[in-house]
């Protein structure tokens, strides 16, 4: 593309968007409308920095920021100003480092804490923050990271009390598939504090979860896996090559407790391939919590865990790909102590 056709595109786009921010102005008794202008400018500027950086030379950023958080616009509205936001912030590293501020941070936090607010909202919200954490070296500032991690954390307790593990015929299927898919939200989100790359302050910080994280290994269930998998994440990411945070994890009990989750589910790895899977899934994230570690892996000795990890080695249900992983843990377990196979 020519410099004078570029320089026309540029000028259609501009004018696009000052019509769409006019639109999400002058259109508040029109929420349809407003949604729609919002969908419109994440289709936009989706991947597109230099679009991005035209909205935000013309205050759209700040309007539709402001617009998330407004108490006169419809429910939905804010949730879809709050993805628009995601893509701006995915798409624009000054749009990125403009949203990564403590009002930011308070804001997102009053929409979890409020009861009547949909979960719907309070997920695009988390995935909002999950955008702002990822790769930005502004979020390893110390408070700004206590900032985020609180959040998180509120979020934990958020779904803690709106109990995703509830077995009462009260939780109805689809708030419950919602709340898993926060708590999926916010594990990511955890996980982008602690990691890509690795911090060691979140990684300290995230230890006042591990109580939480033990109950929710006690109480889960089979026929719940979509919430085994973001904790898993949450736990490797975590203790990932800082031994005292993986002393931590064993000290908090979390890490018997794993333990003997991998146990009961090998057990049947053989006839259940939902049982088969999440046992591998323990097994990758017993692997993070004991490298480097050996004391913590002598220590699980006492369950049995060598011959359950050969009993999932066996599983008709293993898929190849995942044998190496499984070898791997099994080499931990073993080196840790020198005792055999039958010793185990």
């Given at each position: 593309m020519n410099s004078e056709k570029a320089a026309e595109v540029k000028v259609t786009i501009r004018t696009d968007l000052s019509l769409?921010?006019?639109?999400?102005?002058?259109?508040?008794?029109?929420?349809?409308?407003?949604?729609?202008?919002?969908?419109?400018?994440?289709?936009?500027?989706?991947?597109?920095?230099?679009?991005?950086?035209?909205?935000?030379?013309?205050?759209?950023?700040?309007?539709?920021y402001n617009l998330s958080k407004s108490s006169v616009v419809r429910s939905d509205?804010?949730?879809?100003?709050?993805?628009?936001?995601?893509?701006?912030?995915?798409?624009?590293?000054?749009?990125?480092?403009?949203?990564?501020?403590k009002e930011t941070f308070a804001d997102l936090a009053g929409l979890l804490l409020k009861e009547d607010v949909?979960?719907?909202?309070?997920?695009?919200?988390?995935?909002?923050?999950?955008?702002?954490?990822?790769?930005?070296?502004?979020?390893?500032?110390?408070?700004?990271?206590q900032e985020c991690l609180s959040y998180l954390f509120n979020s934990i307790h958020f779904c803690r009390t709106t109990s995703p593990l509830s077995t009462e015929s009260t939780l109805r299927a689809a708030n419950a598939t919602q709340t898993f898919q926060l708590w999926a939200s916010v594990s990511s989100a955890l996980c982008g504090c602690v990691n890509n790359p690795q911090n060691e302050e979140g990684q300290r910080i995230c230890v006042a979860a591990f109580v939480i994280i033990k109950v929710w290994l006690q109480q889960i269930v089979l026929l719940r896996p979509e919430i085994f998998q973001p904790?898993?994440?949450?736990?490797?990411?975590?203790?990932?090559?800082?031994s005292s945070v993986q002393e931590s994890f064993s000290a908090s009990g979390c890490l018997d407790?794993?333990?003997?989750?991998?146990?009961?589910?090998?057990?049947?790895?053989?006839?259940?391939?939902m049982s088969c899977q999440l046992s591998v899934t323990i097994s990758k994230t017993l692997s993070a919590c004991m490298t480097e570690n050996s004391s913590l892996a002598s220590g699980l000795s006492q369950y049995g865990v060598v011959?359950?990890?050969?009993?999932?080695?066996v599983s008709?249900?293993?898929?190849?790909?995942?044998?190496?992983?499984?070898?791997?843990?099994?080499?931990?377990?073993?080196?840790?102590?020198?005792?055999?196979?039958e010793e185990w």
């Open positions: 769409l921010l006019e639109c999400l102005k002058f259109q508040m008794k029109c929420p349809d409308l407003q949604k729609q202008a919002l969908l419109t400018i994440h289709s936009i500027c989706e991947r597109r920095e230099d679009n991005v950086d035209l909205l935000r030379e013309m205050g759209g950023v700040s309007f539709v509205v804010k949730e879809t100003a709050l993805f628009t936001l995601g893509t701006l912030a995915e798409a624009n590293v000054y749009c990125k480092n403009y949203l990564c501020r949909p979960l719907t909202q309070k997920r695009v919200s988390v995935y909002l923050l999950s955008v702002l954490v990822a790769n930005n070296s502004k979020i390893k500032d110390e408070l700004k990271l904790i898993c994440s949450f736990i490797a990411m975590t203790v990932a090559n800082n407790t794993l333990a003997l989750v991998l146990v009961r589910l090998a057990s049947v790895a053989d006839t259940s391939l011959s359950h990890l050969f009993t999932l080695l008709p249900h293993l898929d190849p790909e995942d044998r190496l992983s499984v070898l791997l843990t099994l080499g931990h377990c073993t080196e840790a102590s020198g005792k055999t196979h």
